[in-house]
């Protein structure tokens, strides 16, 4: 394993790219339909293993939607889910918001069902059970990190979470102890914006900092 040159210190190129990689990270709705470097996608899952986790839990659990029969069982749980949401009073702009995450899901050529096993025995039970969902929140954090692998490879990623969890485990077979995080597209964005699509399309804002509350 190779050390940054001084222990601990990156160069100030590499913070400057850390800081656009930051910038031009975005949630992908639109994928091209090719196949995604193995390679590549092999260095960006390295993230999970990489990543924080409560007592060192781990409790990511990665499914690969590859087969044809895998991959209809999520879209139509997708439609199912959507047309139920849509038929209230949500709009033309989230009509067209779900359709792009459709299209994300017809398209993009690899997907992963990720959930938190709730049965991951590692870590003391005080630090499993002082914040609630503390699994769950382990497993974000290393979702976050291969995100950001994915983009430093020119990878796109799409988080989807409008599904219904228990009909997908049904259809996988997978336990129903495990609790879906992220639902995730991924593959080569047709188009790069350093803006999220929210805010592009003028429904929403992000804030120019975080709010700190100084006590
Ligand atoms: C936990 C989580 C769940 C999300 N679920 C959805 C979703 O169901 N549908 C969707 O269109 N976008 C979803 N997103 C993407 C957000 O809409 C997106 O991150 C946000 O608009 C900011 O855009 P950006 O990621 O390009 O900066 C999700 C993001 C996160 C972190």
């Not at 940054?4 to 990156?10: H, I, K, R, V």
């Not at 400057?16 to 930051?22: H, M, S």
């Not at 992908?28 to 007592?55: G, I, M």
Request: proline share 5%.
């Amino acid at each position: 394993m190779t050390k940054p040159a001084a222990l601990g210190q990156f160069s100030a190129a590499f913070r400057n790219d850390f800081a656009e990689l930051l910038r031009w990270r975005r949630d992908v709705r639109s994928f091209r339909t090719d196949p995604v470097d193995d390679a590549a996608l092999a260095r960006c899952l390295d993230a999970f293993t990489l990543a924080p986790s409560v007592s060192l839990s781990q409790p990511w659990r990665i499914v690969a939607l590859s087969s044809e029969t895998a991959r209809t069982a999520a879209l139509e749980n997708y439609k199912t889910f959507n047309a139920a949401a849509l038929a209230g009073t949500e709009g033309e702009a989230a009509q067209s918001f779900a359709s792009q995450k459709l299209k994300g899901l017809e398209d993009a050529p690899v997907q992963y069902a990720v959930f938190s096993d709730e049965s991951a025995t590692h870590g003391h039970p005080l630090d499993l059970s002082a914040i609630p969902r503390v699994l769950e929140y382990s497993v974000a954090a290393a979702i976050m990190q291969f995100w950001l692998a994915l983009r430093a490879e020119g990878i796109g990623l799409g988080w989807v979470s409008r599904l219904d969890q228990s009909r997908l485990k049904a259809d996988l077979d997978l336990a129903q102890s495990w609790t879906l995080v992220g639902y995730l597209c991924v593959g080569y964005p047709t188009q790069d914006s350093a803006l999220p699509e929210l805010q592009v399309q003028g429904h929403e804002e992000r804030a120019a900092c975080p709010v700190v509350l100084e006590l």
